[in-house]
């Protein structure tokens, strides 16, 4: 498990004195508002960065480090992620996982078998997607709900299935 979560992503400058736009990776932007620090992962290291300000504008979250105060300073972090550590990160409920905890997990089957490993989450409107890549190969579509994901074991990286009646239909 990483000791760290994405929150956002540096997409674009905004204004001249070091404010950026955010692409928020969170289910609540509003967390922005509560948050003190963050760390920019600058892809050779990580530098904890004081949050000052935060404005919304339209999906996008602005930001204000205290760090940065000049567009110049900022410009070259365009695509770098915002992290936060596990415990700045959301409370989740009952049977609730973050993302980055279930790719790499081993697929079984209810009925014992090996299946694949889960590859990627896809966010929908109603429920989450699973794509599973199957032992063969192929990847599958599960849907994230209570009749075809049976159980998720973190400790032991294993996620227990039930492959519903035209699942595997391509």
């Known amino acids: 498990m990483d000791d760290t979560l994405r929150v956002g992503v ?8 070091g404010e950026v736009k955010v692409y928020p990776t969170t289910d609540d932007a509003n967390r922005f508002k509560k948050l003190k620090q963050v760390i920019l992962d ?6 904890t960065l004081h949050i000052e300000g935060v404005k919304f504008f339209k999906k996008m979250v602005i930001l204000k480090f205290r760090e940065f105060n000049d567009i110049n300073e900022i410009e070259k972090y365009k695509g770098r992620d915002l992290l936060v550590t596990r415990d700045q990160a959301v409370k989740l409920g009952p049977d609730e996982n973050f993302i980055t905890d279930l790719i790499g997990l081993s697929v079984i089957t209810d009925e014992g078998e090996t299946f694949g490993t889960l590859k990627d989450v896809i966010q929908t409107g109603a429920n989450d997607v699973y794509v599973i890549e199957h032992r063969d190969g192929k990847e599958y579509l599960f849907p994230a709900i209570r009749q075809c994901i049976l159980n998720v074991d973190l400790e032991k990286q294993e996620m227990t299935v039930h492959i519903m009646d035209g699942l595997l239909d391509l």
């Open 42 to 47: 600058t892809g050779q290291d990580q530098m």
């Open 10 to 17: 540096i997409s674009s400058t905004h204004g001249v004195r």
